[in-house]
């Protein structure tokens, strides 16, 4: 199926080369990895697959370029990241069609994924003014403390495929507004946007060098090698656990600054003094954004006993409407997920949990036709030792279970390895404190349905990862502190 003159344009306008020291150039020996349309499974072009040789030239560039870029003025990083803002917001339409092309969400999601994108460069424009030290007496008297923050230096940052722009920005705002240089490997379903986010910071005026980009279809062979290499200061990773423990592991040998953005598994409680309506949008919102594609997407559902059964009805009417097509026709809200063995794995779980006694209450069903498309999916009466409750879904599958009080819910919501976001609905603002305070999670959307802010400190707790991003606390991720003891 040929794509609309639209689309190609948008995609031809992309450099499909890799940008080391400033200089887009083919890979090493020439060779191109193919970026695939999910909702059609048809090519949508080909991109430079990046070598060990050149993920090496890429970490050369950046080392480079650390020392000079590292002592350019607040003021100027700081103007660089505005004007890249700004450019973003300018062309959100053009970056929406082409994130939708190669993820596959509803334009109007990549547009909102644009924005958000957007306002990381925006806030750490701010944040690279306030980069602050300090300076005290011993508490003796004899000497002083002087403390400043310094850029950590070369940074890797290996980024995942469900949000192609935003996990970009939310690395590279805080690296850039700190002084660090940047070699960046997107993942290789989700290679345009970061291409186009590229050649945004070269038009803002980021020099050559600061930041790099690497495609490649052997993320492994090609990183494993930076990693090892001792000027390599800092490893920023999103994705999955699995791949997060090997990164930390490898990261050892060197004992490198590592920042880890994981995997999820959120519980969504709904007590019976919840606002329902409210309940039922932020379920929506939480389950639904990104077609359930997001490291914060509710997992599962623990809802109240006397509210139960009309949730779970409410839900299954909504989710159920939702139109589902290719993300760039009108009035779709669901797209395709990602490639086929995410929607096996979606399938398989939906039938563990049919198999062991759920009730299906809407969808569970792949259509027929071309695309990886899994409809909307409410399952009822969950068993506990249904495999959904306890694996990342990543898909528009919502399985809903019960608690028998406070404590149990709270029990019921720890017990995971993981521990990124909950959710918490009630109007009871004793509770809702008690609850927020017994949750082994690093956010908690409190009567909210999403928490993502460029100016909070995103991030989970236990298996979820390690660090923040966003708010002042994802500048420190980039920055070392330096003490000195002052003899006056
Ligand atoms: P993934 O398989 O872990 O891949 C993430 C990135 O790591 C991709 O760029 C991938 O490259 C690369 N990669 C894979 N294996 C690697 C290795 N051995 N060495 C170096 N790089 C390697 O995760 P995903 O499927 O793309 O993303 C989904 C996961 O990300 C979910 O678990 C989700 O919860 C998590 N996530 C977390 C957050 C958060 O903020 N906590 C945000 C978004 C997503 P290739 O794909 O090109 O091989």
């Given at each position: 199926m040929a794509i609309a003159t639209e689309e190609q344009m948008v995609v031809d306008k992309v450099a499909k080369k890799l940008y080391i020291g400033g200089e887009w150039r083919d890979a090493s020996g020439g060779a191109t990895l193919e970026v695939i349309d999910p909702a059609t499974e048809e090519p949508l072009c080909e991109i430079a697959d990046g070598t060990p040789e050149d993920a090496m030239a890429a970490l050369d560039a950046a080392v480079e370029t650390q020392r000079e870029w590292g002592a350019t003025p607040p003021n100027d990083r700081a103007g660089i990241l505005w004007k890249a803002f700004e450019a973003l917001?300018?062309?959100?339409d053009e970056l929406a069609l082409l994130m939708t092309l190669e993820m596959g969400k509803p334009v109007a999601e990549s547009k909102a994924e644009?924005?958000?994108a957007a306002d990381f460069?925006?806030?750490?424009?701010?944040?690279a003014l306030r980069?602050?030290?300090n300076y005290k007496q011993f508490a003796n008297g004899t000497s002083r403390v002087l403390v400043m923050k310094q850029p950590v230096g070369p940074s890797l940052m290996i980024t995942p495929w469900n949000f192609p722009m935003a996990?970009?920005?939310r690395k590279v705002g805080p690296a850039i507004a700190a002084g660090c240089t940047i070699v960046m490997k997107p993942a290789q379903q989700t290679p345009l946007s970061m291409l186009a986010l590229g050649q945004i910071l070269e038009d803002a005026g980021l020099p050559g060098g600061v930041f790099n980009i690497l495609t490649t279809s052997s993320s492994s062979k090609t990183t494993g090698p930076l990693i090892q290499d001792p000027r390599l200061r800092k490893l920023s990773f999103t994705g999955s656990t699995e791949v997060g423990r090997k990164l930390i592991e490898a990261s050892a040998q060197n004992v490198l600054r590592t920042s880890m953005e994981l995997g999820g598994n959120a519980p969504f409680l709904i007590f019976e003094d919840a606002d329902l309506d409210a309940a039922v949008e932020g379920a929506l919102l939480a389950k639904m954004r990104n077609i359930g594609e997001a490291c914060t997407a509710a997992n599962r559902f623990h809802v109240s006993e006397p509210?139960?059964?009309e949730f779970q009805r409410r839900l299954g009417e909504r989710m159920g409407a939702l139109k589902v097509g290719r993300g760039t026709e009108e009035d779709v809200k669901v797209g395709p997920l990602i490639d086929q063995p995410s929607r096996e794995k979606v399938a398989e779980l939906v039938q563990d949990a049919l198999d062991k006694g759920a009730a299906r209450v809407v969808g569970g069903e792949i259509p027929d036709g071309r695309g990886y498309f899994y409809?909307?999916?409410?399952l009822?009466?969950?068993?506990?030792?249904a495999r959904v409750l306890h694996e990342e879904i990543f898909g528009p599958v919502a399985p809903v279970t019960t608690f028998e009080s406070e404590e149990d819910a709270i029990a019921r919501a720890n017990d995971t390895e993981y521990g990124l976001v909950a959710y918490v609905f009630t109007r009871d603002i004793k509770r809702a404190i008690r609850v927020c305070e017994g949750l082994e999670t690093g956010m908690v959307g409190l009567n909210q349905g999403m928490v993502s802010n460029a100016g909070a400190p995103f991030g989970g707790v236990k298996q979820s990862g390690i660090g923040r991003e966003g708010g002042k606390e994802g500048l420190e991720e980039f920055l070392e502190t330096k003490y000195v003891a002052v003899n006056l």
């Open positions: 917001m300018e062309r959100a644009i924005v958000y460069f925006r806030w750490f424009s701010g944040e980069i602050d030290g996990m970009g920005t509210v139960r059964e409809p909307p999916t409410v009822g009466g969950v068993p506990d030792d």
